[in-house]
């Protein structure tokens, strides 16, 4: 089995984490700050909330106008509005407050991805906007903002790259104790960028985000300890690591864990385990998961045989381009398992197999096995004794003993 990749960098930017980044960081800002009118402040309430809010925020409160954005931008209380919400991150912002600059930023940073996504020339201007208000926020050290400086700095948005002033600003936000940056600290020192690397700072850093429960960083030190980068191979620390974000709903992580179980990697052997983690991962779209939970239903391991489950997770697998699901699928046609026996289909199953991958690894080379089988036998296709050979030679290329074996009979047969 082979086991997925994982970045040890976690790309800290609006395209991955999206607007909840904004979210989660006001309401951290709003527990931290407790501001004087929260006694008035009826969260059981909404539209209590939107109007004694609205009267804070006109009397010129600056978190008042700040929480009134974003109450437009989610709809509580309120209908959605975004351009009204972005008007009341501008009054805040104007009044130097440093939670609105950085929430201004990361709107104008959303502006300017849409308009990257639609070849649109106008992102640079708003790249511009979005780092001059993450500057002056950071300026006040806010740490959100520093790290967003420091990759608009590290990616030359809206300013011209810098990785030396990048590494400044997101070291500033990693030593506030801020986890993203101290994980993005720990990926500058691995890549050696704005600074000599220095595998030792990485790891240090790194851990001390996973420490805090941020879930890029214990993946991260779940794949260090996996795949031994840095000479530290422990799969009972990645285990560990991974299961500290798989337990937060990580779906890659619980990938992970669900091939560590079904290997017996760092943990015991334990098939039902396995079926639940990736069960978890392949809920949430988690493709090679979809993949692993089908053949398991297929074969029985560690849930109930069911070959009607075993093809509906397969069948999700496929469509999201996983090799392994449309070979199995093209076994349970062949044996008509759970399914109408159908060569025909079986056939193109495999076909596309062989057509999306080009590595000759274990699974194309047993697809192109039974190719040679099928045209063989005359199952799905007009027997043809010279493709049956030609195809058992792809597959021996590929690596299949099989392949080779039934290569050399039909040659010797005259092929």
Known sequence: MTMPSLRLSYIY???VLGFSLMLSTFALAVDNEIPAWAADYTIQNRETDYITTKKLAERGDPLAQTHLAMMYYEGEGVPKDYNKGTEWFKKAASQNYALAQFMLGKVYEGNAYRAMGNEDSSSEEWFQKSTAWFKKSAEQGYAPAQLSLGYSYKLGD?????????FEWIQKSAKQGYAPAQDALGSNY??????????????????????????PAQNSLGSVYYYGWGGTQDFSQAAEWFKKAAEQGDSSAQNMLGYMYYS???????????????????EQGESPSQEQLGIMYRKGEGVLKNYTKALEWLEKAAAQSRIRADYNIGLMYYSGEGV?????????????????DF??????????????IMYDKGEGVRQNKAQAKEWFRKSCDSGNNNGCNRFIVLKQAGY
């Open 340 to 356: 109408s026996q159908d060569y025909t289909q079986a056939i193109k199953r495999f076909q596309k197999v062989i057509e999306k």
């Open 158 to 166: 809206g300013i011209p790259r810098n990785k030396v002033k990048a």
């Open 190 to 215: 691995s890549e050696g960028e704005g600074i000599p690397k220095d595998e030792i700072k990485a790891f240090e850093w790194t851990q001390k985000a996973a420490d805090q429960g941020y879930i």
């Open 359 to 372: 590595s000759k690894n274990e699974t194309t080379g047993m697809a192109q096995y039974y190719q040679g």
């Open 13 to 15: 930017k609006l395209s």
């Open 264 to 282: 017996g990697e760092g943990v015991s052997q334990d098939y039902t385990q396995a079926a639940e983690w990736f069960k978890k991962a392949a």
